[in-house]
């Protein structure tokens, strides 16, 4: 299974346990008094999550849950902002430390990793192209590129810019993915629209993924080996 196709397979599957374990846990309750204790908390239940989401990119650790948990508590807009601005900032974060500190061991682990030294290459000879597709097509895993481009040539500006964009179809997708998915477990909604418009805005990533992939890989990357 191609990396794209597998992300919104994870996406899936996650939500699916989610709505689940409702069935078992108190999740529903659960999700209502964090939203409560986010309203109470104002600005400061925002900052804690995008604290955490920073935290989760900068240490490797996939944060595809903490997308679509954005969605299930604060909802599609507020979701997609609050997803926005943290995967922005651990991204930025993990790209400044891959080019100080921690440059030595993010250069090792590049070595073990042939196709991100393909898709470095790639930078190189194409920049802002690559990594915006990179970006859109979630290949290589997002939380592991970060690093990977603190390595090139390439301008914190450039970079900067093209997370900024690049992020976008993902997010949008699965912070809606995540707010149809919270209003199913409170009841709320049609629920026939809410899987209909889930499913059609992951099938639209997909789409989206599969072009940027071809591109991708028609640039010398070799993505069935990631």
């Not at 093209?162 to 993915?177: D, E, M, N, Q, R």
Request: charge should be positive.
């Amino acid at each position: 299974m191609k990396r794209p196709t597998l992300r919104i397979v994870l996406g899936i599957l996650v939500l699916a346990a989610f709505v689940i374990l409702v069935r078992m846990l108190p999740v529903a309750q659960w999700l209502e008094q964090f939203k409560s204790y986010v309203k109470d908390a104002g600005a400061l239940g925002y900052v804690l999550y995008v604290l955490v989401y920073v935290a989760c990119v900068v240490l490797v650790i996939p944060a595809l849950a903490l997308t679509l948990g954005a969605g299930a508590i604060f909802g599609w807009v507020k979701g997609s902002i609050v997803n926005m601005i943290a995967g922005t900032l651990g991204a930025t974060a993990a790209f400044l430390l891959a080019r100080t500190v921690l440059r030595h061991r993010v250069e090792g682990f590049m070595r073990k990793h042939p196709q991100l030294a393909a898709v470095d290459r790639a930078v190189e000879r194409e920049g802002v192209k690559i990594m915006l597709l990179v970006r859109i097509g979630g290949f290589p895993p997002f939380t592991w590129v970060n690093y990977a481009f603190g390595l090139t040539g390439i301008s914190f500006g450039k970079y900067f810019v093209t997370t900024v964009f690049g992020i976008i179809p993902g997010t949008l997708a699965f912070t809606y993915a995540g707010a149809a998915g919270s209003q199913l477990l409170m009841g709320g909604g049609n629920r026939v629209v809410l899987i209909i418009t889930a499913v059609a805005a992951l099938a639209v990533l997909i789409y989206i993924a599969r072009l940027a992939t071809k591109a991708i890989r028609s640039a010398g990357v070799n993505v069935d080996e990631a």
